[in-house]
């Protein structure tokens, strides 16, 4: 059945990762990455690449419950898994992010509600379908980086409400309250989502092979949380963002330090598990996972450089923000050589 082209197409479909959303979050934050630097016509061409891969990736979504609703479900209840389903809530949000940076503000809206209420249901649903409604225990055993993916959805729609916030005149009140429960039920879920995962590390085996790029996403929460603090600051004023603004912008000076503490730590786990363990680098979707959180770091550097008046951290963003682009591509190159070799060409 998979030797044919439409077989090998029906497999892909069929085995399409929960996560895949990653792919679309990380090129939507490299484009905002690229208008903070000033280069317009490339971040335009990221921004619809990244709408054209969501509208596909949604497609194929839906074409993979309709047509295998039982792998959905057992996607749904993998605590290894289930978490990527929320990279399609943050994908959505940072083209929100990006659109309303562009001027297309009734647009971003409109999305912006769309992946609220998306977001609403699936921070509910997904917990309960792969933690605790699940029968199998230990459930820690299964903790992995994708957990944070949980945390990012909550700052994501925090980033967007706080980014629109500002030219909503007549919802500011309304956009700056979900712009700040957002990004504080986002920190309780970062103390959570890191508990859980080093409980795993210290009570259970933790081969090289575990140690995937999904990992980063811990490093990308952290950004992502500084990056939607950063925005809540410079939001118009409300009551609700005069009685925390001094606090946001303390906390997220905290996380952003944090967040870089963690990059050399990620990257001596890297090292240490394809270099010493000769782990094989190939291409598989977790490692968009390493290039959002490269990407939003560089973002929240930025933005964090301009709010709190901090020229280190902006030029320290600067150049963050033009490694992701280079580790964009070739990861991008890398993920069309794979598609190609494993869906369009025929096997030997």
């Given at each position: 059945m998979t030797n044919g082209l439409s077989g090998r197409?029906?497999?892909a479909v069929r085995t399409l990762a929960p996560g895949y959303g990653a792919l679309v979050m990380a090129t939507?934050?490299?484009?905002?990455?690229?208008?903070l630097a000033g280069l317009r016509t490339l971040s335009d061409l990221l921004l619809w690449l990244s709408v054209g891969m969501f509208v596909l990736l949604l497609t194929l979504t839906a074409w993979r419950v309709i047509a295998y609703r039982?792998?959905?479900m057992v996607d749904f209840a993998d605590p290894r898994r289930a978490f990527g389903f929320l990279t399609f809530v943050a994908g959505l949000d940072v083209i929100v992010v990006r659109l309303a940076l562009r001027g297309d503000h009734q647009l971003a809206i409109v999305l912006f509600v769309v992946t609220g209420a998306c977001g609403l249901v699936l921070s509910y649903v997904t917990p309960w379908t792969a933690v605790l409604g699940h029968a199998r225990?230990?459930?820690l055993a299964s903790a992995n980086g994708t957990w944070f993916v949980w945390v990012v959805a909550s700052q994501s729609v925090s980033v967007a409400a706080a980014t629109l916030q500002p030219d909503s005149e007549n919802s500011r009140a309304v956009l700056a309250?979900?712009?700040i429960v957002a990004w504080s039920v986002g920190l309780f879920l970062y103390g959570a989502a890191?508990?859980?995962?080093?409980?795993r590390m210290m009570q259970y085996r933790?081969?090289?092979e575990d140690l995937t790029a999904s990992y980063w996403v811990a490093m990308g929460a952290c950004a992502i949380?500084?990056?939607?603090?950063?925005?809540?600051?410079?939001?118009?004023?409300t009551p609700m963002v005069d009685a925390t603004r001094s606090l946001v912008a303390g906390i997220s000076v905290v996380f952003w330090a944090f967040a870089t503490w963690l990059i050399p730590v990620l990257g001596a786990e890297t090292w240490w598990r394809h270099r010493h363990h000769r782990v094989p680098l190939r291409y598989d979707q977790n490692l968009w996972s390493m290039v959002f959180p490269l990407g939003m770091y560089g973002v929240c550097a930025v933005d964090l450089g301009e709010a709190d008046h901090l020229p280190l951290v902006r030029q320290i963003g600067d150049v963050e923000s033009w490694f992701a682009l280079a580790v964009f591509v070739v990861v991008f190159i890398a993920m069309c050589h794979h598609l190609y070799r494993t869906v369009l060409a025929a096997p030997r």
């Open positions: 197409f029906l497999h939507g934050i490299v484009s905002v990455g690229m208008e039982r792998d959905v225990r230990p459930i309250l979900v712009a890191g508990v859980f995962v080093a409980m933790l081969r090289p949380t500084v990056l939607a603090g950063t925005r809540i600051v410079v939001m118009v004023a």
